[in-house]
């Protein structure tokens, strides 16, 4: 980071009044001049000429000639101040670097960890972000609804009057809604004088990113209402009582303009506070299909906590200082495996060029995320590489810390009990390949090292290792997010059905569930965001990938039987949403798919049945073992009525499928 001297015009950029308000939502920095105006002024435009009347004083002062407008400013970058973090907005990749000097200058005075930037989601600014191993610095969306709406809330700002405006941090847009505009009404007669002067204004202007400075909120599509409606009234000249009177009919028109839904501010009306929200991050153009980082859907991007990584200067590995910085790491912003990952990379691949890693978070998956592994997602690129490697990296569950913590400290046992576990889980992989479980082909085990503190005694550590495996990202749509649309379609709808009863066969077969002490306890592992729907050109599906098999070989001595209302359910959760004349052939194609897979299943066990049952014998034996395991499996695939057991599903969809 370049330490150099800024020159601040006004309050800090996260500097509160006494009632904990922002004194400022915008600021401009002079790159060159190393000058950043936070005065509170209405608009980023006003913040510049204040800078450059400063300077043209200043030569008129000292009898210089003026400076050259368009040389200062094309040096300033846009800034949005939050509760949380200043915010870079720069959307002209041309000019990632000022962005880039911004943030070092902004570090001198604000932490790292508290500087983002936005406009991440245009190719170029987002690849210029990737290359310094910074996605973390992304500006994230809000992701629970009580985020979204204090996002909302904190997006009220004022122009010279009151805030009646939500703010679009990424576009610099006002937003205008006819509530907000009706309750104007309210006010005396020169304070509504002010406010229809004000917004008749800033309806005409745009800004430098050519975005309207103010807009109307929520305005049915192709209506005729527009901010020329206001521009044939003199609100500087009528009286109080034609004042009134105009803004009556325009209140009016708005409100004919408005969708019905739209025409009262309610944070807690679901449509409401999602189209704001779709406003204030500009997503009024964008699909959840629209392709971020190396091909991820938005939904998964939202899904990711990007972390402090480094980045490859000169091909020498540079970590990010923020490591250095304690806050940083109390409050869990840096995460001490990612160095070890990036130097697991680094070691494997000296041409390295960038790489970035986050966390994955629960809320990919549609079940608990109790007890689930410690997983990532890491985005790396090689040097002369096309194109950048997507990989998943799950931290293995039973590590020597967890084991360290069972059996009283001792190390010894804690190792050997891990290295049994990783075993167990090589097993169980190699296990459901055997079987039939689609699973992705390249499964790397990897290790990094870690510290365990004895007795929570900082002076007592020890060097210990972490355990995780690395596969290949899988590219589709999770078997649980298809959409209504899709299943409306019979030409989608039917093959997927076959493709998920396909699925479902091997994963029953290798009994993946819940942990529980009983098997009847137990609860079935499928169709809840690990299985991957892969698409065709014209977005038909064409095969099923499992991307995680955790959870099998859990449920390995109970009749398959018992499993059938499980089994039953990715019918009936979807039945109401596919069109009655199609709802047999939906049931039909997804039993029979499944009884012929595990017919063929039970077949090819037959064949090669010697190769099958000698399989494991290398492993540990014991009560529990994987090899016991796999010999109850074995066991159950051979000796199990399969049409029996398919009947079984369909006979519970029935009973349910009209409940």
Request: aromatic share 10%; proline share 5%; net charge negative.
């Amino acid at each position: 980071m370049k330490q150099e001297t800024l020159t601040v015009i006004g309050e800090s950029p996260l500097a509160v009044d006494g009632g904990g308000n922002l004194i400022s939502r915008i600021g401009t920095l002079f790159v060159k001049a190393r000058v950043l105006i936070t005065l509170p002024l209405k608009t980023h435009a006003l913040q510049r000429k204040y800078y450059f009347d400063l300077l043209k004083e200043a030569c008129e002062a000292e009898g210089r000639p003026p400076p050259d407008e368009g040389e200062v400013l094309v040096d300033a970058v846009d800034l949005i101040m939050g509760n949380a973090a200043v915010q870079i907005r720069e959307d002209d990749p041309s000019r990632m670097g000022q962005a880039f000097e911004a943030d070092d200058l902004l570090q001198g005075i604000v932490p790292k960890q508290r500087i983002r930037f936005l406009h991440a989601r245009k190719k170029a600014v987002q690849e210029a972000i990737r290359m310094r191993g910074e996605y973390w610095r992304i500006s994230p969306h809000p992701k629970k609804i009580e985020d979204v709406v204090s996002a909302i809330g904190q997006s009220k700002i004022a122009l010279g009057g009151l805030p009646i405006y939500y703010y679009s941090p990424v576009t610099g847009t006002r937003y205008l809604t006819r509530q907000a505009f009706s309750d104007l009404g309210g006010l005396a007669e020169e304070p509504l004088r002010l406010h229809l002067t004000e917004i008749q204004a800033y309806l005409k202007l745009r800004n430098r990113h050519y975005n309207l400075e103010v807009a109307f909120f929520g305005l049915k599509p192709g209506c005729r209402f527009s901010a020329e409606a206001f521009q044939a009234y003199d609100f500087t000249s009528g009286d109080e009582g034609t004042l009134r009177r105009w803004h009556r009919e325009l209140c009016e028109a708005f409100g004919e303009a408005v969708e019905e839904t739209l025409l009262r501010d309610d944070v807690t009306h679901e449509f409401w506070r999602n189209r704001m929200f779709a406003c204030l991050m500009d997503e009024r153009n964008e699909t959840l299909a629209e392709k971020l980082v190396s091909g991820l859907s938005e939904e998964f991007f939202r899904q990711i906590e990007w972390l402090p990584g480094g980045r490859v200067e000169n091909k020498e590995l540079i970590f990010d200082p923020i490591f250095d910085d304690p806050k940083a790491v109390e409050t869990g912003l840096c995460d001490s495996y990612v160095k070890g990952f990036i130097f697991n990379y680094v070691r494997e691949f000296g041409d390295l060029e960038c790489v970035n890693i986050g966390r994955l978070l629960p809320g990919l998956r549609n079940r608990p995320a109790e007890g689930a592994h410690r997983a990532y997602l890491a985005e790396v690129k090689h040097r002369n590489a096309p194109e950048t490697v997507l990989r998943i990296l799950r931290v293995q569950r039973w590590g020597i810390k967890e084991h360290l913590e069972n059996f009283n400290g001792d190390l010894l046992h804690a190792i050997m009990e891990t290295q049994d576990y990783t075993e167990y889980t090589l097993d169980r992989r190699l296990g459901c390949w055997e079987l039939g479980l689609p699973l992705a082909e390249r499964y790397d085990m990897k290790i990094i090292p870690d510290e365990y503190i004895w007795n929570e005694r900082p002076e007592y550590v020890s060097r210990i290792w972490v355990t995780y495996y690395e596969r290949d990202f899988i590219e589709g749509l999770a078997t649980d997010k298809v959409s209504t649309a899709q299943l409306q379609d019979p030409a989608f709808a039917i093959p997927f059905a076959r493709l998920l009863g396909r699925a479902a066969a091997p994963n029953m077969i290798v009994g993946r569930t819940t942990a529980a002490k009983e098997e009847k306890d137990c609860e079935v592992i499928f169709d809840q965001g690990d299985e991957m729907l892969r698409l065709d050109d014209k977005g038909l599906p064409t095969a099923i990938l499992v991307a995680d098999h955790a959870g099998t070989f859990n449920a390995y001595k109970s009749p398959l039987l018992m499993f059938a209302d499980a089994y039953a359910r990715p019918v009936l959760s979807r039945l109401s949403k596919i069109p009655k004349p199609d709802q047999a052939k939906f049931i039909a194609s997804y039993l029979s798919s499944m009884e012929e897979q595990l017919v063929q299943m039970q077949e090819k066990y037959s064949r090669y049945r010697q190769g099958f049952d000698g399989l494991f014998r290398h492993s540990k034996q014991a009560e529990e073992s994987f090899a016991d395991r796999w010999r109850h499996v074995l066991d159950r695939l051979w000796t199990t009525n399969m049409k029996a057991v398919v009947e079984k599903i369909g006979e519970a969809i029935e009973a349910h499928k009209n409940a």
